[in-house]
Every structure is written in structure tokens, then in C-alpha cells.
């Protein structure tokens, strides 16, 4: 039989239908690359495998009597940021040792009640804070890809780098993550995948551990673009439970796939060029522009004068956001509890203990830019900029824009320890440049990959579109994976 954890989310869709295999087969052969590859990848924190084969057994008797979900049978992994009933739940803190919810989220409900199958729960970076998920309790996630001729430990990006090496290994069809800065797109351009972060507001909030509540989005990461259409349709709804999830429909989003983009307009804004950034990367993007207008696009430059400013000020707004949210952690509640000899002792040691350092360091930030004296300098300043951000984005809308094409990162995957966030956090913080912008500004945001470097490492180009405009996102991206060819690491792992 062919390898079925080769296929498309797409392709299996198809082949269970058809009863070409059962969903059991199809789940078994992911839980056999899971075991032959967590070991040196570390992509997921726990494997739900006797939940995964009851769920794909009842997938094959609805396969069987005509009640097949969208999703019926396809077997995904599931970042641990995401609340799932019963089943280890920990966004990869050590605070939240032990923690398993009594309850589902939003996104991972509409995911079963389509037919999906879990496989068990994804690495992450700590709370979703970092770009190489290195910050996880659980240790470093590894990287399928490594450089021609090299055999040296790459990051996966992060903080969603479970999810994104677990689709490039084939470990799953197809997972779960959340971007509040870049988490999706990054890792999905460091491991030649896809990555849509939609639009604020798409799917709910509601089950997700929160860091930085007005920037936090759920979105896919898959092996094509139009698995992501796919999940995405299954991921979103409004949600009574999130009052910022909006009540717009969700379209067919697989039906923008193979659309013209003839007469499209596409922006390119001069200010996602930076000093220093590889020439590879500014060939990929002068490569993407050339496949659009091929593909008949009209090209224009546009001017995002207030880009250069989206990081630092996402800088204060993330931290902000996140001690808040993270002021429930505290012994009492969830988790971890390091006793002491009074109350404030007690939550003062289960803190210390319980975060990790980039963990303690956004905490400190973010009390600090929230603090009596320093609020209007810093996070009152940090919104207003962000509005500024947002109508860079207005503008080239009105002006009839229709998305914007920019490289996804600034540069290749980077080795593990090699951008230590101790010794220059900002240089870490760095990697999301060309992706803040996006959250910032509320608007959907998706990585296709678009080619290798000199070293044989996978890049992304980021497609920015108008807001609840997810579908032009996936009928351009779909141009450039036409144009690009999709990229699969070779094996060393297993
Ligand atoms: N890397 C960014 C940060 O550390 C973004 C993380 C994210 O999108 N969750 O804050």
C-alpha cells in the first residue's frame, strides 16, 4: 500500500470516501511516524493514541453510513495551547503542571464535530512566547530540515513549532496553532508549510490559554494551501463564548482555490525591506511578484510609512496584555503550587518556580509599561502607534489594493541555541519583523512556501489581506505553490 502519511488532508478526504482505507489505517500510520520520530523531533508533548483510534473508529462507521463531517476521519495534532477535555493542557509551562481541563475549546470542538481525530497535543514555546520554541517546559522542538551537507539541530520556529514540524515530518494531516505575533506564519515558513493567521475575530478565543488577548488568533498550519482552506472552514465560527468572534459567515474557502487572480491588485510595500536581510530573501520576493504578474496581478508599490515601529510597539502591547493574563496563575487555581509559609509566599514561589525566564521577562515588562508614571509613555503610546499601523493597511485598501505580498521571515531557520534569548532577546524578537504588522492591524495573514535557500532550507512569502478577506489569501497563495512546487525535508529522523 502507498505511504498514507504522505497524502493530502484533500487526497484523504477523497480515498476515505472512497473506502480506499479506513480512517483507522489512516490514524494508525500517523501514530507509527509519531513513534518513530518524536524521539529526535519532540513535536508532540503527549500522544492520545487509544483516544485517536477511538475517534477514527467512529469516524469509518459514519464513513460507512453516509454521515461523514467535513473533516470525517482525518487524523490532526493539536497545539497544547488549545483547552481540551481530560487530555494534558499546559500551553508548555511548568506552571501548569498536571492541568487537564474539564472542558473543550471553541476551535478543537468545531474540529470533532466535523470528524477530525486527535492525535495528542503539540510542542509549543512557553505560553506562546518566543520565535524558535525553545522557551517549552518540554525541551527544544527540532527541525525536519537541516542545511545540505550538515547535521547540525535547526529550530522549528515557534511559538506554534510542534505544529509545524509535526506537518513537515508527517506526523500528522494537519494541526492546530495560534499566532499573536507571527506563531503561525514563522514556523510555517521555516518548515515549508502553510500557515494562515485569519483575521481577528474568526475563531473563537474561548478554550485557548490567553497571552495577548487582542492579538491572539487560532489558525491551521498543513502541508498545502488548500488544506489549510480546509481546516480554516472547520476552525472558524462565531462563538457566544468569545464576544470578539464576529458573526460573518465562513465561506467556502476551498472554492477560491484555482481562481484567477487576473486584474488582482497586489501591494508591495518598500518598508518590509530591511538592512541586512539575506539577498535570498529579496530575490524570493522580487520571484513571488514576477509569478503573480505572470499569472496576471497588477503589481503596484504601496507605502507603509508606519512599519518600522509595528515591533517595538508590539513589544509593549504583548507584554501588557500577557502579565494581566497571566496574574491568574498563581498556585491557587491551576496547576502547579510551591508551598511557603504564609499565602504571598506561596504565590511567590509557585511564580518563580512555575515560569520560565522569557516568561518572568514579558511579566516584568508588561507591569512595568502598565505602571502608574510609565502607562501614557509607553502603552497608551504603543496603541496609538498601533492605530497609525492600521491605517498604513486602511489606506491601501481604499486605494483599491486587494492583499499585499512581503517575505514571511528575515531570514532561513536558525540553529538551536544560536539566537540565545538570553543573552539578546531582541534579536530573537527580531524574526517577526515582517509579521507583527498583521496582528497588530487585526488582518488575516498567510505563509506559502516559495522556495529554498543556498543552503537548502525552505522560505515563506507572506500574503496580507483585507479584513474576513481569508479567500483571496488562499486563491494568491494558491499561484505561488503552483509556481514554487511544495518542499518535503529529507529523512533522517527514523
Ligand atoms: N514571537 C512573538 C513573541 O514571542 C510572537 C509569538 C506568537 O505569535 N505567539 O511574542
Redesign the pocket.
Known sequence: MTDLTKLTIAEARDGLKNKDYTSLELTEAFIGNIEAANKALNAYVTVTADKARDMAKASDAKLASGEAGALEGIPLGIKDLFATRDVHTQACSHILDGFKPPYESTVTSNLWADGAVMLGKLNM?EF????SNETSYYGPVINPWRKQGSNQDLVPG???GGSATAVAARMCMGATA???????R?PAAFTGTVGI?PTYGRCSRWGVVA??SS??QAGPIAQTVRDSAILLKSMASVDPKDTTSVDIEVPDYEAAIGKSVKGLKIGIPAEYRMDGMPAEIEELWQKGIQWLKDAGAEVVDIAMPHTKYALPA??IV??AE?SSNLARYDGVRYGLRVPGKDIVEMYENTRAEGFGE?VKR?ILIGTYVLSAGYYDAYYLKAQKVRTLIKRDFDLAWQNGVDAILTPATPSAAFGVADQALHSDPVK??L??IF??TV?MAGLPGISVPAGLDKDGLPLGLQLIGKPFDESTLFQVGQVIEDAAGSFQPEKWWS
Not at 506562546?128 to 520565535?131: I, K, P
Open positions: 514555546d506562546a512566547m518566543g520565535s515557534g511559538s506554534s495560534t499566532d499573536t505575533g507571527g506563531s503561525i514563522q493567521k497571552f495577548a492579538l491572539d508590539y513589544y504583548a507584554p500577557a522569557e514579558r530573537m524578537y524574526n517577526d509579521t507583527v496582528n
